[in-house]
Every structure is written in C-alpha cells, then in structure tokens.
C-alpha cells in the first residue's frame, strides 16, 4: 500500500481535532456559555453607561456571538454541527439574521482531522494491518462533512474507492451533544421556552444514531438501489462490504461535479436536471415509499458525460408510511382544484392540526401549503428562477412562528418530507431552473 500523499509541512488551517471524550466535549460547551455570557455582560455594562437599557436577547443575538457559536459547533462536529445544519439548508432567506449567520458558517466551515487522529481511527476501524487492506490510500480528505471526512483509495483489485470515516466519539456523543445544543438555543432564546421540544429531540437523537452507523448506511443504499429499480437517470455508488464497518463506509468512487455548479450551464440541461429531481422526489414519495431525506446539496453531484444524477450519502433514509402518503396526495389535490376545505380535511388526518389549534393558526398553516403547492397548480413551467416564492413562504412562516401560542410541530415524518422538499426547491431556485411539476408528480 502506497499513500498518494505526504504530510504537510505545516498544519492547515482547516484542521482540527475532534474532541471525542464526553469530558471534552461538555468542557466546550461550558467554555462558549461561559463566554457568551461575559459578552453579554460586557456590552450590557456598556449600553447602561451610555444610558440606554439594553435587551437580554439582543445582547445574545450579537454578530460576534454568532460567529463563537458557529465556531464551537463547527470544532465539535458531529450531532452538535450536525444538528445546527438541520436547521436550515439555506439559511439567508428563511432564518433570523444571527441563526442564518450560524448555519451560513456551518455550511463553509467544515474540518477534517489532523493525520495522527485520522490513522488512530483506521486502526481501529480496519486493525493495525489497515495499509495491507488497500492498494493505495490518500491521506487528505476531498470532502470533510459534521459526522465524517472523505478519502479517496485503490482497492487490492484496482477499483477507485471513496471511503467515509467517522470522526471518533460521534456515536457515543450524540445525546448530550443534542441535549447540550438545545440548552444553548434556549438560552440564546432561538428556541421558547414553552416550547416542547421532547418529541423532536428523541427522533433527531434516533436518526443521528443512525447516520452514525455506517453499515446501516451501507444496508439503506442496496434497499433504495434496489427500489429505485433500473432508472438510468441516476447513479449510485455501490458498496464495498469487505472494507464497510460501523465507522467507516467503503464505495465505488462516482465520478461528477457539486450540483450547484450548474448553474452555469445552459438553460435546457438546468431545466432538465432540476426536473429529474423532482420527478425522484414524486417517485421516492408517491411510488417507492422510501425517501432520501438529507437534502444538502453536497448529496448531490452530476456527470456532464453521461447526463445523470448521482445520488450520494443514504444516512437519512426514511419509509413512510401509506396512509401518511395518501394525506399528501390529497392535499395536492385539494390544491389544484382550489378547496381549502379538503385541504383542511387531509392536513387535519395528516396529523398538522389537533382539537387545541386555533382558528387563525389553521388558516396560516393552510396559506403556507396553499404557497408550498404552487407549482404543482402551475399550468406548463413554474419559473423558479423568477420567483418570491421562497420569500413568500418565509414571510408566512415567520408570521406563523412568532406567534409562540402556536409552536405545534406535525408529525415528524412530515418534517423530514418538509426539510427534502424546502431543500429542492432552494436547489432549483439556485439552478433558476423551469419546472412542470405537475407533469413530474404524474397525478
């Protein structure tokens, strides 16, 4: 076995060891509360001698403290970092300036592990022998995410492989991670106290663990593979199960560039890719059943060669349930023929309302799906690179959500659906693509 790299001379400036002891991991936690207090205290001090009164949540809400807590989020990876990406996949036009500021630097700011910590983990992951399990391995990572980095190597038998390797101590550091993040929020007043977040914190805290486990990945990518059936509009890298184990997931390497970067191509093959993904969004839904519902972009890259879509990074994988799916259709529905009433119908079966939601909050909640629903009702092409769309729906959200009488979360399959579809839309909105979504829906 060769490494296709030496080490740097000097340490990068995106790299960062991951803190991967609870104690560690708690201590950074307590030092950015600590520090975001002592700012809150030093400009509080301040505005009193200038004689203002200062607010408790705008000195939280500082652009320095944004950025502390974007910082510590992003050393810590894992559930901490993983859980602030959630939030949003393109923060600047749904979020409050200080969160979006937070997610926008999430996003960017991805480290990966020095040398020594990255070779503890491939000894412990494929033993003490791991250089005699490939060809050939590069030391530097091409992609660096919150739960894992990258690596591109060379199979014994010569095929290019991409190998994701878990960052030490996510698994084991999830819960109190999540815990520890929400306390932040709840401090920082992002998040009411009234709301109860129990629900939503026990299913993030469940499906972290299970993007966490890699060889449940590995089992999520034959099961949607073989769903997906011989749709030659994609490509999926298949798995190398001889050098897959909980914290490492071997690959065929896809060849492709980030899907956002075709924007620059013309209009026809934008318009193409972009209706390609939402004919997968209807077919993942409506037919299959089973969705990938991580929608960062970076899950997505495109073959100019071939035409075709590659679909990476199963960790997310979700089934639905029929009765949930059957909801969703009737809410389309009753979109395009324009009745709010079987709206109301399907969304309160759906789980969207209970016997405790008031009148002007169920009409919100039915003006944001009436908006979500537009370019299914659009006769011929939506345009969405001619569009408010996405500000419209902001400003109904946020009309919704100040409202702190009404923090009712729906069920939580229905978020996971809400995150995929928000996410492609921010992504044709990128591509300025032109969509016939009812056509690609087929009802």
């Known amino acids: 076995?060769?490494?296709?790299?030496?080490?740097?001379?000097?340490?990068?400036?995106?790299?960062?060891?991951?803190?991967?002891?609870?104690?560690?991991?708690?201590?950074?936690?307590?030092?950015?509360?600590?520090?975001?207090?002592?700012?809150?205290?030093?400009?509080?001090?301040?505005?009193?001698?200038q004689g203002k009164r200062p607010q408790l949540s705008k000195l939280l809400l500082t652009p320095k403290n944004a950025l502390r807590v974007a910082d510590q989020l992003a050393q810590l990876r894992g559930a901490?970092?993983?859980?602030?990406?959630?939030?949003?996949?393109?923060?600047?036009d749904m979020l409050p300036p200080?969160?979006?500021?937070?997610?926008?630097?999430?996003?960017?700011?991805?480290?990966?592990?020095?040398?020594?910590?990255?070779?503890?983990?491939?000894?412990?992951?494929?033993?003490?022998?791991?250089?005699?399990?490939?060809?050939?391995?590069?030391?530097?990572?091409?992609?660096?995410?919150?739960?894992?980095?990258?690596?591109?190597?060379?199979?014994?038998?010569?095929e290019k492989l991409a190998i994701k390797i878990q960052y030490p101590g996510v698994r084991?550091?999830?819960?109190?991670?999540?815990?520890?993040?929400?306390?932040?929020?709840?401090?920082?007043?992002?998040?009411?106290?009234?709301?109860?977040?129990?629900?939503?914190?026990?299913?993030?805290?469940?499906?972290?663990?299970?993007?966490?486990?890699?060889?449940?990945?590995?089992?999520c990518i034959v099961k949607y593979t073989e769903a997906l059936g011989n749709d030659d509009r994609f490509e999926i890298p298949t798995v190398n199960a001889g050098l897959t184990t909980h914290g490492i997931l071997a690959m065929r390497y896809v060849e492709g560039v980030p899907i956002e970067q075709m924007a620059h191509a013309t209009q026809p093959i934008r318009d193409k890719i972009a209706t390609t993904m939402f004919e997968l969004l209807f077919k993942e839904l409506l037919g299959m059943r089973l969705m990938q519902t991580d929608p960062n972009f970076a899950?997505?890259?495109?073959?100019?060669?071939?035409?075709?879509?590659?679909?990476?990074?199963?960790?997310?994988?979700?089934?639905?349930?029929?009765?949930?799916?059957?909801?969703?259709?009737?809410?389309?529905?009753?979109?395009?023929?324009?009745?709010?009433e079987m709206m109301l119908k399907a969304a309160t079966r759906i789980g969207y309302f209970d016997n405790t939601t008031a009148p002007h909050h169920r009409e919100l909640v039915l003006d944001l799906m009436e908006l979500a629903c537009e370019p299914f009702c659009?006769?011929?092409?939506?345009?969405?690179?001619?569009?408010?769309?996405?500000?419209r729906i902001r400003d109904k959200g946020f009309e919704l959500g100040e409202d702190r009488k009404f923090w009712h979360a729906p069920p939580i399959d229905?978020?996971?659906?809400h995150r995929k579809l928000g996410g492609l839309f921010l992504l044709v909105t990128r591509l300025k693509a032109r969509v016939n979504v009812a056509k690609a829906a087929q009802l």
């Open 299 to 340: 899950n997505y890259r495109y073959n100019p060669k071939t035409g075709k879509v590659v679909l990476l990074d199963f960790g997310a994988t979700r089934s639905f349930q029929k009765e949930l799916v059957d909801g969703y259709v009737d809410v389309m529905n009753a979109a395009k023929a324009g009745s709010r």
């Open 414 to 417: 229905c978020l996971f659906i």
């Open 80 to 92: 901490a970092m993983k859980l602030g990406q959630l939030v949003s996949m393109d923060a600047g």
């Open 1 to 49: 076995m060769s490494s296709s790299q030496k080490p740097p001379a000097n340490k990068s400036s995106n790299e960062s060891a991951v803190p991967s002891g609870r104690f560690a991991r708690l201590s950074r936690f307590g030092a950015l509360a600590t520090t975001v207090a002592g700012s809150v205290v030093k400009n509080g001090t301040k505005q009193l001698a």
């Open 172 to 219: 084991d550091s999830i819960d109190s991670d999540i815990d520890n993040v929400v306390t932040i929020l709840r401090f920082t007043g992002l998040v009411p106290k009234t709301f109860d977040l129990a629900a939503l914190l026990a299913e993030a805290k469940k499906q972290l663990h299970e993007e966490a486990d890699y060889l449940r990945e590995a089992e």
């Open 98 to 158: 200080q969160l979006a500021e937070i997610m926008a630097k999430l996003r960017q700011d991805a480290k990966h592990m020095p040398r020594k910590q990255l070779l503890s983990v491939l000894e412990k992951e494929w033993g003490e022998n791991w250089r005699e399990q490939v060809r050939e391995f590069n030391l530097t990572p091409i992609a660096a995410a919150s739960i894992g980095q990258v690596h591109e190597a060379i199979s014994l038998d010569g």
């Open 378 to 391: 659009t006769q011929g092409e939506f345009d969405f690179g001619n569009t408010d769309l996405a500000a």
